[in-house]
């Protein structure tokens, strides 16, 4: 059997467009990802399917997979001849034991790759407006881990190096250990006076942040409860955050948004409002499955020059059809019929095949029949609603959208670092689907801000007996912005 390969990947800081080109190239490539808790579970989206997933996250105090399974497993899944994804948050060669996995599995003589990322050492800081260095508050960095092989879990440092040596100093999930090392930097000369800010989930939309001082940064962590993972950044230069913030000052920052989804694929408007500043996480992930070829599908096909209207009611039908159409022996040349498409994204569809199609809401009345409908395979039954309106009509379903079961572990790991602030339903289908898919809804939904586009959508809520509800006033982005300009943040801090 050929040996696999292993690619030991940094994720990047939190927010997913923060991983290098080429870790997203191996993540889509992948045949197993091992992944940490830090890596955004987001990125786990972009694997092929089939990918094997392995969470080997680690808590303080509960580790999911211990180091030496850790590297065994790399070895084992590399030694069945898979391309392994090692996943690690930040950049794996910053305190991310990738010299070990890396030792191990030269150990094996399994041939292997670092893939460096960015560090929440300094990403962090830069999304709090915070550059790490600056020509007048610090030429010299440092980054130092504040928990890992240390003396009764305490940093065993150079604490006078760092004290007097250094102008910049990153601690890493230093919050549990923030009192002892304030109390040993101003003991080995660092003025009690300097500034000092935690920055939790860096990058990500739930980022926060909490100022002070080397003398007072302690015991206001203790007084909001303020807990890993953050980094630590003390110096002088996090006075410069004053002037040049600027992830904090979007409108939606902080907003953690659970978007009830229904298509497959990337979400225009989850990127707009990831955009705004929100922190959103779609649910359920749908993945499309191409229904197999029978005699009907053949037998139409075959007869595609009799039809007098073809009506496609779903975007992705065009891409099937037309692969269908050239694999029976025929082109476009071969559709005699006039053609509708039922939404903007289907007539788009269409004129990439350079097709003029009429947008039509309604069913098209007087039309020439036999009609072909050629749409998905859904338990909405669109496709039925039209075909009653016509004597003589054909239907041919290219596809059906079902739940990507994979998804659902993911979404698990999530769901623990995600306290949401409101549930956005986009449309009445996806009403339905969140209730069908998601387990312990009433949990999770429990005092959220339940946002909608329509009154049809309102009402298939109402009927599942979620009455709170506002519609906004306009069905996009800008209208969610919009309700929490005026209803003011949500942030339960």
């Not at 830069?126 to 940093?155: C, N």
């Not at 359920?284 to 209207?309: A, C, F, S």
């Not at 050629?374 to 004597?391: K, N, P």
């Amino acid at each position: 059997m050929k040996q696999g390969h292993v690619m030991l990947v940094g994720a990047g800081p939190g927010d997913e467009k923060l991983i290098t080109v080429k870790g997203m190239e191996a993540i889509r490539k992948a045949d197993v990802i091992l992944y940490d808790r830090l890596a955004n579970p987001k990125l786990l989206t972009y694997a092929k399917e089939g990918c094997e997933l392995i969470y080997g996250g680690k808590l303080p105090k509960r580790h999911m997979l211990r180091q030496e399974v850790i590297n065994q497993t790399l070895v084992e899944k590399a030694l069945e001849g898979n391309l392994v994804v090692r996943l690690k948050g930040g950049d794996p060669n910053v305190f991310g034991r990738v010299g070990e996995e890396a030792a191990t599995l030269a150990e094996y003589g399994i041939s292997y790759e670092i893939v460096p990322g960015i560090t929440s050492g300094i990403a962090a800081p830069a999304y709090a407006g915070i550059p790490v260095t600056h020509r007048d508050y610090g030429g010299s960095f440092a980054m130092v881990t504040a928990h890992d092989k240390s003396l009764d879990g305490k940093p065993s440092v150079n604490w006078e190096g760092l004290a007097k040596g250094v102008d910049t100093i990153a601690f890493y999930m230093g919050v549990a250990n923030l009192t002892y090392i304030c109390e040993n930097l101003i003991k080995h000369g660092k003025p009690a006076t300097t500034p000092v800010i935690l920055i939790q989930w860096g990058t990500f939309g739930r980022q926060k942040t909490l100022e002070g001082t080397l003398t007072t940064i302690a015991d206001k962590a203790e007084a909001v409860q303020f807990t890993n993972p953050a980094i630590t950044l003390v110096g002088d230069i996090v006075a410069l955050r004053e002037k040049i913030a600027w992830f904090e000052n979007k409108p939606l920052q902080g907003e953690q948004i659970l978007l009830a989804r229904t298509d497959v694929g990337p979400s225009t408007l989850a990127n707009q409002l990831t955009e705004l500043g929100a922190d959103v996480v779609e649910f359920p992930k749908m993945k499309k499955v191409t229904l197999p070829m029978n005699p009907v599908r053949e037998r139409v096909l075959d007869e595609i020059e009799q039809y007098g209207t073809i009506l496609f009611s779903n975007p992705d039908s065009p891409t099937i059809f037309f692969e269908e159409l050239w694999r029976a022996g025929k082109d476009i040349r071969s559709l005699k019929g006039k053609i509708y498409g039922t939404s903007r994204r289907t007539v788009k569809a269409l004129q990439n095949y350079g097709l003029r199609a009429d947008f039509t809401e309604q069913v098209p009345e007087g039309v020439q029949e036999p009609v072909l409908i050629v749409g998905e395979r859904s338990l909405d039954g669109q496709q039925w609603c039209f075909a009653l309106h016509y004597t003589k009509y054909e239907l041919f379903m290219t596809h059906e959208t079902l739940l990507d079961e994979s998804y659902l572990p993911i979404f698990q790991r999530i769901l623990e670092d995600t306290n949401f602030t409101s549930v956005l339903f986009p449309c009445s289908k996806s009403v339905r689907i969140l209730q069908d898919n998601l387990e312990q809804k009433d949990k999770i939904l429990a005092n959220l801000t339940v946002l909608c586009f329509d009154e049809k959508t309102a009402q298939r809520l109402r009927d599942c007996r979620i009455q709170d509800i506002t519609i906004l006033e306009t069905p996009d982005a800008e209208g969610v912005k919009q309700f929490f300009i005026q209803n003011g943040s949500l942030i339960q801090v």
